[in-house]
């Protein structure tokens, strides 16, 4: 019985995304491993950028910096 989390930042992910992860996620199981796709969870947990860190800061401080063009 898969257990899948993805985890992303809460930026505007439209449901329809979300049903295109967890359709993608469970035909990974499927396909390569062979599991049962009624027996496979998919969960989204959306965290807001200012719980998420990349490169020793906050996401949500690196956002503003790319927006100002002060980040690649």
């Known amino acids: 019985m898969p257990y899948i989390l993805v985890q992303v930042t ?10 295109k992860i967890i359709a993608g996620a469970t035909a990974l199981m499927v396909d390569i491993l062979g599991k049962d796709p009624e027996a496979t969870f998919v969960v989204i947990e959306e965290v807001d950028t200012d719980n998420w860190g990349h490169g020793g800061e ?13 980040l690649r």
């Open 10 to 19: 809460d930026e505007g992910v439209t449901r329809e995304q979300k049903a």
């Open 58 to 70: 906050l996401v949500t401080l690196r956002r503003q910096r790319q927006a100002a063009g002060q």
